[in-house]
C-alpha cells in the first residue's frame, strides 16, 4: 500500500501562485510514477501533470504548458506541483495519484493510488 498526502492548496486570486505537495509512505516511492489530476464539480478527472520515476520526463495538459511544473523529490517521497499565474478555471479539486512503474500515464485507470484531493479555488 502506499499512503499520499496532498496539501498547499486554498483561495488565491488569479494571477498568484499556490504549490502543491503529495507526501508519499508505505512503498518505495522512486518505483512509481506520479500525476496531478483535477476535478472540478461535474466534470471529469483529468490529468493535469505527470512525472516519471526519475523525475527525467514530465508531461503537461496543454491548459497548463508554462504556468505549472511538477517536480520530485526522491529523498523526501514528495511530488510538487508549482502552480503560477492561475487563472479561474484551474479552480478544482487536485489529486495526486501513484502508478507503480517507471512511466507515467495519462490515464486515471491506470494509477494504483491516490490521495485525498487538496481543494484549489482561483478568484477572479
Known amino acids: 500500500q502506499v499512503q499520499l498526502v496532498e496539501s498547499g492548496g486554498g483561495l488565491v486570486q488569479a494571477g498568484g501562485s499556490l504549490r502543491l505537495s503529495c507526501a508519499a509512505s508505505g512503498r518505495t516511492f522512486s518505483n512509481y510514477a506520479m500525476g496531478w489530476f483535477r476535478q472540478a464539480p461535474g466534470k471529469e478527472r483529468d490529468v493535469v501533470a505527470a512525472i516519471n520515476w526519475s523525475g527525467g520526463s514530465t508531461y503537461y495538459v496543454d491548459s497548463v504548458k508554462g504556468r505549472f511544473t511538477i517536480s520530485r523529490d526522491n529523498a523526501k517521497n514528495t511530488v510538487y506541483l508549482q502552480m503560477n499565474s492561475l487563472k479561474p478555471e484551474d479552480t478544482a479539486q487536485y489529486y495526486c495519484?501513484?502508478?507503480?512503474?517507471?512511466?507515467?500515464?495519462?490515464?486515471?485507470?491506470?494509477?494504483?493510488?491516490w490521495g485525498q484531493g487538496t481543494q484549489v479555488t482561483v478568484a477572479s
Open positions: 495519484a501513484a502508478r507503480y512503474s517507471s512511466r507515467f500515464s495519462f490515464y486515471t485507470e491506470q494509477y494504483d493510488y
